[in-house]
């Protein structure tokens, strides 16, 4: 779980500055951002991240087959793989005496899923911080995320991320941005591990680790479903609209096609 930060310190309400949006409350002292179509192209993700994972992860296993941390994941994987149905005709064949070859193959098929437990997670965790640390990958960001990120923490609240990929992969993406280094400016980041993201307890539970009211959040978004169970929660609710994403679900609430929008 992510440690809980230390609470924002209450501020004077600013004004609005005349002829700007103003998406969010004034009340608001945390800004919760999903990532991908939010903060982040969804290309980044499918047509980058995921081909990267798919083509390096047998080299990376076999280099670093003799790593306890290694060997620790793929039986993890192989407990996993045991909970499957066994008669899928798509779920690839575990041999006992090829695990890193067992693990690769079902590692593939869970990503093809879009299943991702603990295990997987945490050997893809792996995988993209050697990738980011030799520069093989950066962390693609929208133009309007570093200047928003810079303003809001100057209005002293504190940016936090909720997505399903997980706080290493967040964490790993902001740091090696195509904006520099994000890192400074976020406060925590949260994965499933607090919940689904289209599930209200979830975001009760962030507003907890964060130690504030739920309405003094403000979750940022471009999935409906998600910010109807942030707002059910009590949180304020942003939809995100970005050019060449497309909306899924009903909204009734504030939308933004720019974080320029939001506290400007």
Same mark, same amino acid.
């Given at each position: 779980?992510?440690?809980?930060?230390?609470?924002?310190?209450?501020?004077?309400?600013?004004?609005?500055?005349?002829?700007?949006?103003?998406?969010?409350?004034?009340?608001?002292?945390?800004?919760?951002?999903?990532?991908?179509?939010?903060?982040?192209?969804?290309?980044?993700?499918?047509?980058?991240?995921?081909?990267?994972?798919?083509?390096?992860?047998?080299?990376?296993?076999?280099?670093?087959?003799?790593?306890?941390?290694?060997?620790?994941?793929?039986?993890?994987?192989?407990?996993?793989?045991?909970?499957?149905?066994?008669?899928?005709?798509?779920?690839?064949?575990?041999?006992?005496?090829?695990? $890193?070859? /067992? @693990?690769?193959?079902?590692?593939?098929?869970?990503? +093809?899923?879009? !299943? &991702?437990?603990?295990?997987?997670?945490?050997?893809?965790?792996?995988?993209?911080?050697?990738?980011?640390?030799?520069?093989?990958?950066?962390?693609?960001?929208?133009?309007?995320?570093?200047?928003?990120?810079?303003?809001?923490?100057?209005?002293?609240?504190?940016?936090? $991320?909720? /997505? @399903?990929?997980?706080?290493?992969?967040?964490?790993? +993406?902001?740091? !090696? &941005?195509?904006?520099?280094?994000?890192?400074?400016?976020?406060?925590?980041?949260?994965?499933?591990?607090?919940?689904?993201?289209?599930?209200?307890?979830?975001?009760?539970?962030?507003?907890?680790?964060?130690?504030?009211?739920?309405?003094?959040?403000?979750?940022?978004?471009?999935?409906?479903?998600?910010?109807?169970a942030a707002r059910a929660a009590g949180m304020e609710t942003v939809l995100c609209i970005r050019g060449g994403t497309h909306l899924t679900g009903s909204w009734d609430g504030r939308?933004?096609?720019?974080?320029?929008?939001?506290?400007?």
């Amino acid at each position: 779980m992510p440690s809980r930060p230390n609470k924002p310190k209450s501020r004077l309400t600013k004004k609005k500055r005349p002829g700007k949006r103003n998406a969010g409350p004034s009340a608001t002292r945390i800004i919760l951002l999903d990532i991908e179509g939010t903060t982040t192209p969804p290309e980044y993700v499918h047509d980058v991240v995921y081909p990267f994972l798919l083509e390096n992860m047998r080299d990376f296993m076999l280099r670093h087959e003799e790593d306890p941390t290694i060997g620790a994941d793929v039986e993890s994987l192989r407990k996993q793989y045991l909970t499957e149905d066994q008669d899928d005709p798509d779920l690839p064949v575990w041999n006992k005496h090829m695990p $890193i070859n /067992s @693990s690769v193959g079902y590692m593939g098929w869970l990503m +093809l899923k879009s !299943n &991702s437990p603990t295990a997987l997670k945490a050997l893809q965790g792996r995988i993209l911080a050697e990738a980011y640390a030799k520069g093989h990958l950066r962390g693609a960001v929208y133009p309007d995320v570093r200047p928003a990120l810079e303003r809001w923490v100057r209005q002293t609240r504190a940016n936090c $991320i909720f /997505s @399903s990929g997980s706080v290493i992969e967040q964490r790993l +993406l902001f740091a !090696n &941005s195509t904006a520099g280094d994000l890192s400074p400016f976020l406060r925590a980041y949260f994965d499933t591990l607090v919940g689904e993201k289209k599930e209200t307890k979830s975001y009760r539970r962030i507003a907890q680790e964060l130690g504030t009211a739920a309405r003094e959040v403000l979750f940022v978004s471009d999935v409906a479903a998600e910010l109807h169970a942030a707002r059910a929660a009590g949180m304020e609710t942003v939809l995100c609209i970005r050019g060449g994403t497309h909306l899924t679900g009903s909204w009734d609430g504030r939308k933004v096609r720019s974080f320029d929008e939001i506290f400007p």
